[in-house]
């Protein structure tokens, strides 16, 4: 039994393994081809090890997994298990739901994107060389050395994706880590999805979103109480307006009552037809919201558990 255990504890130490080896030769190569020191190897050699060594002491979820009366003990199963629980939660109450209509927020439009080289060379440079790898296999570390190169056949590929409205099926798929959260670790309901997505995927991503919120901050067409997700604003200065307010009030000798909301898994729910309805309401529209519908249309996701994958499912409602 023992000898039993200790086989286990070695298969699950071997991608570890395998990775700080493969970023040990990384560094070894860096180190005989480019002026940089061995410190700078040894750091990221320690931060790799640490990131993985933290990952896999806190938040693993190596236990059997009972769902619905049935247990899950094998690496397949568990990662079946997972999955189906993944996929359960990004639901809307009705999908067939007709989509309210929506006033008309400006008379602005937002249909034309520029995609330069030297734009996407930027974004390949700047990728943390120790992102998790998506689906496609495509290591950060090899996109940013190469970003160069890469740089103009992505973006003659990124313009063609823009232009059609249309992605590759690749760029939207994604990986799931399951992290577990708190509670039973025998539950998979008590774990929390990890979304990895193909990395050339996210970087599109990131350049339609850069265009779509110049477009809404420079045109006034956020509102000013909007203080989550809006550069320069923060949770605090939120409670600063709430305070400045509520001692209004009370100096005025007035009674204060505040009403506190909160969405159950906001990310998880989101409808992809009432989000491209409003945003075509604020002027996002043409190329721009075409790209949007089949970004959003026909993703799909699966579960890695201890390095074995699940089969893929559809992805009804949320984001990655």
């Known amino acids: 039994m023992k000898k039993f255990e200790d086989n286990q504890k070695v298969q699950r130490l ?8 493969q970023c040990f030769s990384a560094c070894s190569q860096c180190y005989q081809n480019l002026p940089i020191t061995y ?18 002491k806190t938040s693993r979820c190596d236990r059997a997994f009972t769902s ?25 109450p009705n999908p067939l739901l007709s989509v309210p209509t929506l006033p008309t927020h400006t008379q602005l ?19 943390d060389s120790d992102s998790a790898i998506g689906p496609d296999s495509i290591s950060p570390r090899v996109l940013k050395t190469c970003s160069g190169a890469l740089a103009h056949p992505r973006s003659v590929l990124f313009t063609l994706s823009f232009a059609q409205g249309h992605l590759p099926s690749a760029w939207k798929s994604a990986n799931i880590t399951a992290l577990h959260k708190k509670g039973a670790k025998t539950d998979p309901c008590n774990c929390r999805p990890i979304s ?11 350049i ?13 067409l956020i509102s000013d109480h909007q203080f989550g997700f809006r550069p320069g604003y923060s949770t605090l200065d939120m409670l600063l307006l709430l305070s ?3 001692m209004e009030i009370l100096n005025a000798r007035h009674e204060i009552t505040a009403i506190s909301l909160d969405i159950s898994c906001a990310f998880d729910t989101v409808w992809h037809p009432a989000l491209l309805t409003k945003l075509s309401s604020y002027g996002v529209q043409g190329h721009h919201h075409s790209w949007l519908t089949g970004f959003l ?9 201890d390095g074995v994958p699940s089969s893929p499912l559809p992805v009804q409602a949320g984001v990655h």
């Open 14 to 21: 071997k991608p570890t393994y395998n990775d700080v080896w």
């Open 39 to 56: 410190s700078t190897c040894a750091s990221v050699l320690e931060k790799k090890f640490k990131n993985r060594h933290t990952l896999a």
């Open 68 to 92: 619905n009366g049935r247990t899950a003990d094998t690496a397949h199963e568990k990662a079946e298990c997972l999955n189906s629980v993944f996929a359960d939660k990004p639901c809307v």
């Open 109 to 127: 439009f937002l249909d034309c994107v520029s995609i330069s080289s030297e734009k996407v060379e930027s974004l390949l440079s700047n990728l």
């Open 196 to 206: 990895l997505p193909p990395i050339i995927s996210k970087v599109m991503e990131s």
């Open 208 to 220: 339609i979103a850069s265009d779509i919120k110049s477009f809404l901050f420079s045109n006034g």
């Open 244 to 246: 400045q307010q509520c």
């Open 297 to 305: 249309s026909c993703c799909s996701h699966r579960v890695t558990h």
